[in-house]
């Protein structure tokens, strides 16, 4: 069985690490327009999975090792550009809109979708 990371800075380079490489494998999908992007794809890659892997990790109740550290920073170094760029895009579309209007759309494209499951 393997053995549980010993230090939170041994759990935090391993996140770090997985973060990167989640963030490098996603710029082969979604290319950046210019050096700049990719750098700063990267950087929010690299934060998100030092800032989230570590909690994801105990919510599953997984072991705390340097592979699952590595596996779940890999995971949400891929994605967290694409939910930033989601989060963004929906600001943008809705932001003459008040916020109750806003959440009114929210909840219809929900119901709406749980109407298409049935």
Same mark, same amino acid.
């Given at each position: 069985?393997? @053995?549980?990371? %010993?230090?939170?800075? #041994?759990?935090?380079?391993?996140? $770090?690490? /997985?973060?990167?490489? =989640? ?34 990790? @105990?919510?599953? %109740?997984?072991?705390? #090792?340097?592979?699952?550290?590595? $596996?779940? /920073?890999?995971?949400? =170094? ?34 709406? @979708? ?5």
């Amino acid at each position: 069985m393997p @053995e549980p990371t %010993s230090s939170y800075l #041994t759990a935090k380079i391993a996140s $770090m690490i /997985g973060g990167f490489l =989640g963030g490098a494998a996603i710029l082969t999908f979604i290319r950046p327009k210019n050096i700049g992007e990719a750098f700063i794809r990267g950087g929010v890659s690299v934060g998100s999975a030092i800032i989230f892997g570590t909690p994801i990790l @105990e919510m599953m %109740s997984w072991i705390p #090792t340097w592979e699952n550290q590595l $596996m779940v /920073g890999f995971c949400v =170094g891929f994605l967290s550009y694409s939910v930033l760029g989601m989060i963004a895009n929906f600001l943008l579309k809705n932001q003459h809109k008040d916020i109750v209007q806003a959440v009114k759309e929210i909840k219809q494209l929900t119901s709406d @979708e749980k109407k298409d499951d049935k």
